[in-house]
Every structure is written in structure tokens, then in C-alpha cells.
Nanobody, 125 residues
Framework: QVQLKESGPGLVKPSQTLSLKCTVS??????????WSWIRQAPGKGLEWMGS???????YYSPSLKSRTSISRDTSKNQFSLQLTSATPEDTAVYYC?????????????????WGPGTQVTVSS
């Protein structure tokens, strides 16, 4: 059973960098044909795909967030991370990491099979 767990600060000040880690157990982030994604949901809004890293290290970002987003991984710890620079209150959301089979998919039920529980991040002074 694959499990994902997000971790990181729950409160970030405006203009600072939002940093989160996703720790994966029960499966490798280098397993063939897997995509490891960051997805968020702001209050009152739908899910938003932020970016994905493939099993081979390829990375793709949402065009709307590309200039502020960075995804990286530590294969020795089976973790992947998100950094979002220049945070604003509009970045307040529940942040999820998830495993999928298609890069950038927004077919949440069909293309993602494992999700972390989510972590609330609030951007506020």
C-alpha cells in the first residue's frame, strides 16, 4: 500500500517561500511510469494542479505557477518537495501530494490513485 504524507510549516508570511515535503512509503518515487504531483485547493475553489515530477526526474509545471514553483526530489529518502516563492494570501490552501499515471491531469478520480491527507498552509502576516 502506497502512502504519502505532506509536511511543512502551516503558516508562511507574505513574500516568503512556501516549502513542503512529501514522504512516500510503500512504493518508490522512481518506479516506472509514475508521476508525483503537487495539487492544492484554496478555500471555496476546486483542485488546482501545480506541477509533477516523473519517475525519471522530468518536471512539468502549471503555466500559471511556473515562474514561482520548483519541485525537487531526494531519492535516498523517497521524498519530493515543493517550493513556491513570493507567497501571497492567494496561495492559502490545502496542499496535497499525489501519485498519478498522467502528467498534469485534472481527472482527479481517474488518473490519481494515491493521495496524502493534505496540509493546510496559510499565508498571512
Amino acid at each position: 500500500q502506497v502512502q504519502l504524507k505532506e509536511s511543512g510549516p502551516g503558516l508562511v508570511k507574505p513574500s516568503q517561500t512556501l516549502s513542503l515535503k512529501c514522504t512516500v512509503s510503500g512504493g518508490s518515487i522512481t518506479a516506472d511510469t509514475t508521476w508525483w504531483s503537487w495539487i492544492r485547493q484554496a478555500p471555496g475553489k476546486g483542485l488546482e494542479w501545480m506541477g509533477s515530477m516523473a519517475y525519471d526526474g522530468s518536471i512539468y509545471y502549471s503555466p500559471s505557477l511556473k515562474s514561482r514553483t520548483s519541485i525537487s526530489r531526494d531519492t535516498s529518502k523517497n521524498q519530493f518537495s515543493l517550493q513556491l516563492t513570493s507567497a501571497t494570501p492567494e496561495d492559502t490552501a490545502v496542499y496535497y501530494c499525489a501519485r498519478g499515471s498522467v502528467m498534469g491531469s485534472t481527472r482527479w478520480q481517474e488518473d490519481y490513485d494515491y493521495w496524502g491527507p493534505g496540509t493546510q498552509v496559510t499565508v498571512s502576516s
